[in-house]
């Protein structure tokens, strides 16, 4: 079955096409993130690309934690009951 393409997919398709280095000699990169999505169940999800990067090929980073793995989970979880 073929998926259709939202207006959000199209918006990204754009942006990372048109997605270019300023001039420079210095480290430089162009993306976007989020930046702690939270979700209904606890879980938290973060998620950065880098379309144009000086140092390397594009990269994407997708990071999620469970709600109550983590020692500040853990704490947060403590301090509300």
Do not use: W
Not at 31 to 60: I, K, L
């Amino acid at each position: 079955m073929k998926r259709r393409r939202t207006a959000q997919v199209r918006f990204v398709e754009h942006v990372e096409a048109a997605a270019s280095l300023p001039a420079g000699a210095e480290e430089r990169f162009k993306g976007y993130g989020v930046m702690g999505q939270p979700f209904r169940s606890g879980d938290v999800v973060a998620m950065r690309r880098f379309p144009a990067s000086s140092r390397c090929a594009p990269e994407s980073t997708e990071d999620r934690r469970e709600f109550g793995t983590s020692a500040i989970d853990n704490e947060l979880k403590g301090a509300s009951t």
